[in-house]
């Protein structure tokens, strides 16, 4: 695998392209691009850990679940992580662990703000490996 | 009979383009383009016709899915989108409405002049700065309990008013009195209202800012005068913010729960961004509830950030408010979905209008347009971007025939935000601006390179659109002096 995770750039928000082995990877791959969005993951150390429980209806809204879980932990209690365990992923519920650090101004540059993940356009492609595609609203 | 355009559109005028129902099939009505040729090469480049064909899917849509001339590429529906459903048969969708739910602009006019402004205009954009929450992540001054919280979303400007934040005149001159009707806190999930308690009384990050500007040009001078605004070189302020992580959490929890109604109610749809259900439906009537008390929300904050607006002002001037003579002239949303009437196929019918990216201009004469401008016709609030015009505009008795009382919110991106940021550097853009009078000041560097003029449509081609339709009118255009981002 070349690489984990691309930026996909459109006219007015941005995605990202995210691959792995496996569904767990391509998950947790296209959580680090979200947060890579938000600041620079070089900056960010593994500090704190949070876990979630997720469920949904099929893999796609899985997929946008857990990206929208991660967006209000950053909102509300400013967590920025780094890494994250997948625990347990089949196509309706997810379990995971999430390392990373609460906001400091002085040592994070914050880039963009990231309203919600969406559906426009959204992948979840199992035929070689993983690679999910996801569009957010910035 | 022309050619199509690009084999796709069969042009109506110069400033009108149809996409016809055999353009995708599932297309209820036809979509409508209000824009000029020259301006179609991008659309077409970035597939937002596709998007305009998909929201004609919609159940109950009547009319046209409409594009006003600031349209560019979204998610599920345009930006700049407009679609109205029938009550009785028809859907509501919040991907029809954004994440930004009443994202929106307000103007507030000065007695001041640029000459009066321009010797302190540092020190004003650095007050106004201070003074005025902004940037990623950032909290509010205020501090609310959940309970309070309830009330902001259930009475909107009215009870940011009362708390101190402005005057009973604001109220008047906001859209819906700054109080959308019906407002239900226990359809808001608990982590909305917990992304919405620290940023009430934000400005945000992305688009949002807030402008020292002056008048430049004048269209209408009547029109302008009744509006306040008297004289070439006067000096405006405009806010554009909007109801924060509260409203994109509320739109991400519906079209969640709207996804599932899709399903049970057999509604078959080309992008599950425009997740949907019947407006008669109890999930619709959640959702239009619940959005409801984003939309208080949203104009709850920009009543706090006006506050803020004035005592910067009184501060930097040392002068009072009523010298100073800062009074509101209007307040619009340009992201929401409202219940109102039209006449359709020569009946009267009350239809649900999504507006996505476009600004309501409601004719004079028209009962939800306030007192003082009902002889004039609504004022349509359009801003620019930081180093080129905004403008005040009228609505139109067209736009109510045509665009269900409609019309453009902005100047519409052309270029995406990596782009701009490649090509342009924060610093250079401040210094470039700085050099042509206008002083910038932003919490980052990286979102002001993103929101560059370049990376805009020109903002005066899409007003002269919506002008030459005559689905607004324009009255007055005012320059940028100094902006505030996040």
């Known amino acids: ?138 | 009979m022309s050619v199509p355009w690009q084999g796709i559109l069969k042009k109506v005028d110069d400033y009108r383009w149809e996409i016809p129902t055999s353009y995708k099939q599932g297309m209820s009505v036809p979509g409508l383009i209000f824009a000029s040729e020259s301006m179609l090469g991008h659309i077409l480049e970035e597939n937002a016709f596709q998007q305009v064909a998909n929201v004609a899917f919609l159940p109950g849509i009547v009319g046209h899915s409409l594009a006003m001339p600031d349209i560019h590429w979204g998610y599920g529906f345009p930006i700049g989108g407009v679609a109205a459903t029938r009550l009785k048969d028809g859907v509501v969708s919040p991907g029809g409405v954004g994440f930004d739910i009443n994202c929106g602009v307000r103007l507030v006019r000065t007695n001041l002049t640029e000459d009066e402004v321009r010797p302190k205009i540092e020190r004003l954009v650095n007050e106004l700065f201070a003074n005025i929450p902004s940037g990623v992540g950032s909290e509010g001054k205020i501090r609310v309990s959940e309970k309070e919280l309830d009330e902001a979303m259930v009475r909107g400007s009215r009870w940011a008013m009362e708390k101190g934040y402005g005057q009973a005149e604001d109220i008047i001159v906001t859209e819906e009195s700054g109080c959308m009707k019906g407002a239900n806190p226990n359809k808001v999930s608990s982590k909305a209202k917990k992304r919405g308690v620290p940023q009430l009384g934000t400005l945000g990050s992305g688009n949002h800012f807030l402008e020292v500007e002056v008048v430049d040009e004048l269209y209408d001078r009547g029109a302008a005068k009744a509006m306040g605004i008297d004289d070439l070189g006067q000096v405006l302020v405009l806010i554009h913010t909007g109801s924060r992580g509260f409203g994109h959490q509320i739109c991400t929890d519906y079209v969640e729960l709207l996804g599932q109604a899709v399903k049970r109610y057999g509604i078959s749809l080309p992008d599950r961004q425009l997740a949907c259900a019947p407006i008669n439906s109890p999930e619709g009537q959640d959702y239009l509830v619940a959005m409801a008390c984003a939309a208080n929300y949203a104009w709850a904050n920009r009543q706090f950030i006006l506050h803020w607006v004035r005592e910067s002002f009184t501060k930097v001037f040392g002068k009072s408010q009523k010298e100073l003579g800062m009074r509101q002239i209007y307040d619009v949303a340009h992201n929401i979905a409202k219940i109102e009437e039209y006449t359709v196929d020569g009946r009267k019918e009350r239809l649900c209008v999504h507006r996505k990216g476009a600004t309501r201009a409601f004719p004079a004469g028209h009962p939800d347009v306030p007192d003082v401008y009902r002889s004039l016709g609504q004022p349509v609030l359009i801003p620019g971007d930081m180093g080129r015009f905004s403008y005040v505009a009228l609505g139109t008795e067209v736009a109510m025939k045509e665009t269900f009382g409609s019309t453009c919110h902005g100047a519409g991106r052309v270029q995406s935000r990596a782009a701009a940021k490649r090509s342009l550097r924060g610093a250079d853009i401040a210094k470039a601006l700085a050099e042509r009078g206008i002083i910038v000041k932003a919490e980052s560097m990286a979102s002001l390179a993103e929101e560059a003029s370049e990376a805009y449509k020109d903002v005066s081609e899409v007003i002269e659109v919506t002008h030459k339709a005559g689905i607004s009118r324009k009255v007055a255009r005012a320059k940028p002096m100094g902006v505030i981002k996040g």
């Open chain 1, 1 to 138: 695998m070349e690489k984990d995770f691309e930026i996909v750039n459109h006219t007015a928000d941005v995605g990202i392209i995210a691959y792995g082995a496996d569904m767990s990877q391509a998950f947790a791959n296209a959580a680090r691009g979200l947060f890579s969005l938000i600041t620079d993951l070089d900056d960010v150390g593994e500090v704190l850990y949070w876990d979630v429980e997720l469920t949904a209806t099929d893999e796609e809204s899985l997929l946008v679940e857990w990206l929208n879980e991660l967006i209000y932990q950053f909102d509300t209690e400013g967590m920025i992580f780094k890494r994250f365990d997948i625990i347990k992923l089949n196509n309706t519920q997810l379990k995971a662990r999430g390392y990373g650090e609460k906001v400091d101004k002085s040592k994070h540059k914050l880039k963009i703000g990231v309203k919600a993940a969406t559906y426009h356009m959204l992948k979840v492609d199992k035929s070689n490996g993983c690679k999910v595609q996801v569009l957010f609203d910035i």
